[in-house]
Structure formats: C-alpha cells, structure tokens
C-alpha cells in the first residue's frame, strides 16, 4: 500500500507564499502524472495541478500563474509552491497519482491545511 504524507500547510496571510510537500512511499518517476488537489470548507475535492513524468504541468484556472507543481523522482516527492494567496485557497491539501478525471490510483493521506487569513 503506497503511502502519501503530505506536509507545509500553515495559517498565512493573503498575499503570502507557502510550500507544500508530499512524500510517497514508492517511486514516482514513472506515474504518468502526479496531483495536487484540495478540498475547502463545504465543497469537492479538486484537482488544482498536475505533473507528468515527462514535466509538463497543467493548472487549474484558479490557481494558474500563482501555484507552481514540481516533483523530485529522487527523493519521491512533489511540490507545491503557492504565492499570492488568497482567502478562497483555505483547504486542505492532498496529493495522489492522477489517474484520470476525477480518479486517482491510491488512497488518500492525511493532507496538510492551508488556511488563509489575515
């Protein structure tokens, strides 16, 4: 069973940076694509980013231009950069291997919460 801890999340401000990361218990050079989602307050999880194996990143419109998603095959970990964040990104965040439009290919960490508040 592939194991997901993700860590980083904290109470910021808006407009303040954070970064988040997920360590994974297997190797992740070959996942086709790996995820950051999120879930606020009273709505769905979400995907918000994702990386290829080959590095291509795609981004939510919410989050494009102010998160970044990067991935180190040699430590098995994947990271998520935010900046200029804002009170709608308090939620908590979770990583997994996308595998497809609202699924992915292991069960869920505990996530990491990012709150967003002055």
Do not use: H
């Amino acid at each position: 069973q592939v194991q997901l801890v993700e860590s980083g999340g904290a109470l910021v401000q808006p407009g303040g940076s954070l970064r988040l990361s997920c360590a994974v218990s297997a190797s992740i050079d070959r996942i086709n694509a790996m995820g950051w989602y999120r879930q606020g307050p009273g709505k769905q999880r979400e995907l918000v980013a994702r990386i290829t194996s080959g590095g291509t990143t795609i981004y939510a419109d919410s989050v494009k231009g102010r998160f970044t998603i990067s991935k180190d095959n040699g430590k098995n970990t994947v990271y998520l950069q935010m900046n200029s964040l804002k009170p709608e990104d308090t939620a908590v965040y979770y990583c997994n291997a996308y595998a497809g439009r609202g699924l992915v290919q292991w069960s869920w960490g505990q996530g990491t919460q990012v709150t967003v508040s002055s």
